[in-house]
């Protein structure tokens, strides 16, 4: 019978965030396991890394950087084979939970059949704002994706209104990516994270997996979480053009394989991409010029 907790956390090039974060819940009593998974980073992270190895903690290392999603899945099945847990957690380094929090998602997990991911509310700490839930996105959705102008005149349809997300628990379609729980059984048995994404849309991916699998996925309200936002990302992709066309690529291979569109929806997907990265350049521009004045 599967017991325990197992927690991955995937570095890139920044030892430092994983190295804090994992001082602040190494002594967690509802965490049995830890995985620190190196994603081939080039600054001697993993070496460094080593050196938090102990009874708790292990510290491996991918062959070859192949994105998030990849990254995690290794560090999942790395507690598969080794410790065989009941439940994962996945987890950004770039984030504070408390046990108690942590404790709650397991205890939902427990007590709920239908469960697919369980999370608490993000507390974004960063100046991007951030949905602590959102729903699917269908076609339309994501040729919006980068129009900034459109979204801010006319809203976000995969937004939920704060009336849906009511209660202790609410039901939500899609939850973040950088923190929550899941049983090892129900995250093999959708295939985890989709490897063929780097970057980005993994969530809407793994929640769109779990709907047809019948799982429901759950926000707990009365519990937070902080999230210092992309801090290893923004380091590691200063650019914001590059982290939009690696998004853009995900977010084409969710349309194509998921949704199913054929090519000229992708050609048109294509064409409001590249219109909203123009828009959002100069929005950019005019915010800074308004800035100065």
């Known amino acids: 019978m599967k017991t325990g907790t ?52 292990d510290v491996i290392k991918t062959k070859k950087n192949r994105g998030y999603a990849s990254g995690n899945n ?8 080794n410790y065989d847990p009941e439940f994962i957690v996945i987890s950004n380094p770039d984030v504070f939970f408390t046990e108690q929090a942590l404790s709650a998602m397991i205890e939902l ?3 709920t059949p239908d469960a697919g991911l369980v999370t608490c509310r993000m507390n974004c700490l960063s100046s991007i704002r951030l949905p602590v839930a959102w729903k699917l996105p269908r076609y339309r959705d994501c040729l919006l994706q980068d129009s900034l102008i459109i979204k801010k005149l006319f809203g976000d349809r995969t937004e939920y209104r704060d009336s849906e997300l009511t209660g202790s628990v609410s039901r939500a379609e899609v939850l973040p990516g950088s923190f929550f729980a899941c049983r090892l059984d129900t995250f093999k048995s959708v295939g985890g994270f989709d490897s063929r994404t780097f970057l980005y849309y993994e969530e809407n991916i793994l929640a769109y997996r779990l709907k047809k699998a019948g799982k429901t996925n759950y926000l707990l309200n009365d519990y ?17 053009q590059k ?3 690696i998004a853009f690529e995900s977010r084409k291979y969710y349309c ?12 048109l997907l294509g064409v409001f991409h590249y219109i909203g990265v123009f828009n959002y350049s100069i929005y950019n521009l005019l915010k800074g010029l308004l800035g100065n004045l």
């Open 109 to 111: 997990l427990q007590t």
């Open 256 to 267: 194509r394989k998921y949704l199913k569109a054929g090519r000229p929806k992708l050609i």
């Open 74 to 81: 290794e560090g999942v099945q790395f507690l598969a084979d």
């Open 224 to 240: 937070s979480y902080d999230h210092y936002h992309s801090v290893s990302i923004d380091k590691n992709i200063r650019s914001v």
């Open 6 to 57: 197992g927690l991955v956390v995937l570095n890139y090039n920044d030892s430092e965030t994983v190295t804090k974060f994992i001082s602040k819940i190494r002594d967690y009593s509802s965490i049995d396991r830890i995985v620190i998974v190196d994603n081939c980073s080039t600054d001697g992270s993993f070496e460094r890394l080593k050196l938090l190895t102990d009874e708790k903690t």
């Open 243 to 245: 982290r939009l066309e």
